[in-house]
C-alpha cells in the first residue's frame, strides 16, 4: 500500500502572510493541529497549535488582553512557521512512510508531486485506515492469536481448519505480539460458529489467546 492510496487529498492550506488569529480559528473550526503553509501553489512551511501557543505565551507575556489579541492579530504564520517541512511522495509505502514520521518525530507527511502538495497523511489516517481495520478495531467478532504459529506449514494447517467452519475472515497476519513475544498468526473472524472454530484450532495443539469484541 502507498501513500496515494491513504492520504487525504482536499488538502486545507494557508498562505504565508495569514495571521496567528486565523491560523488558530481555521484549526479550532476544523479541529486540525497543523497546518501546511502555501504560497503561490509552492510548499513553504508548516504551521501546528503546538506552535502557536508556545508563541503566545512566551513571546508576548509583556502584554494586557488587548493588546495580545491585537498582536495576535497583527503577527503573521510566516513568523513562527517551520521552514523544514517533512514531505513524501505518493508512491511511497506506507511502512517507509512511517519509519519517516516516527525518525522525524512529525505527526503529518506532505505529499508532494512535481512540487505540488497532492495530499497530506497524519497519524490519525494511519489508524483510522490502516491499523483499525487490521486490528479490528470497533469491528465485531472474534480475534484469536496462535503462538508459534508463522511457518507457512502452520499457518496453512490452522487456516485449512477455520475454513470448515461458517466464519468470515475480516483479518489475517503473522506478527510478534509483545503481549506473549511469540510469533503468532492473528485472526479476525465473525460468524455464527466463531467459537467453535476457535476450539477446533485449539485442538491441533497450539496455544490459543482469544478476545471477543
Do not use: W
Not at 502584554?63 to 510566516?78: G, P, R, S, T, W
Not at 511502512?95 to 518525530?105: C, E, M, P, Y
Not at 497476519?173 to 513475544?181: G, K, Q
Amino acid at each position: 500500500m502507498i501513500l496515494a492510496n491513504v492520504m487525504t487529498t482536499n488538502v486545507v492550506s494557508i498562505p504565508s502572510n495569514t495571521t496567528l488569529a486565523e491560523a488558530r480559528r481555521l484549526m479550532d473550526a476544523r479541529d486540525y493541529s497543523r497546518l501546511p503553509v502555501i504560497d503561490k501553489g509552492k510548499l513553504v512551511g508548516m504551521v501546528s497549535k503546538n506552535s502557536l501557543e508556545k508563541y503566545g505565551p512566551s513571546k508576548l507575556s509583556s502584554y494586557d488582553f488587548h493588546e495580545l489579541a491585537y498582536m495576535l492579530n497583527k503577527i503573521q504564520v510566516k513568523e513562527v512557521m517551520h521552514r523544514d517541512v517533512v514531505t513524501a511522495s505518493p508512491d511511497m509505502y506506507i511502512d517507509d512512510a512511517i519509519a519517516l514520521v516516527q525518525s522525524k518525530r512529525v505527526g503529518m507527511l506532505v505529499v508532494v508531486e512535481k512540487d505540488s502538495v497532492v495530499g497530506v497523511v497524519t497519524t490519525r489516517d494511519v489508524f483510522f485506515r490502516i491499523v483499525n481495520p487490521v486490528f479490528g478495531v470497533n469491528t465485531p467478532g472474534q480475534r484469536i492469536y496462535v503462538e508459534n504459529c508463522s511457518a507457512a506449514a502452520d499457518v496453512e494447517k490452522v487456516m485449512g481448519v477455520i475454513k470448515n467452519f461458517k466464519v468470515k475472515i475480516l483479518a489475517q497476519f503473522c506478527a510478534i505480539i509483545p503481549d506473549f513475544n511469540k510469533n503468532s498468526l492473528v485472526v479476525q473472524m465473525d460468524g455464527p460458529e466463531a467459537s467453535k472454530c476457535v476450539e477446533a484450532v485449539k485442538k491441533l495443539g497450539y496455544t490459543v489467546n482469544e478476545k471477543a469484541h
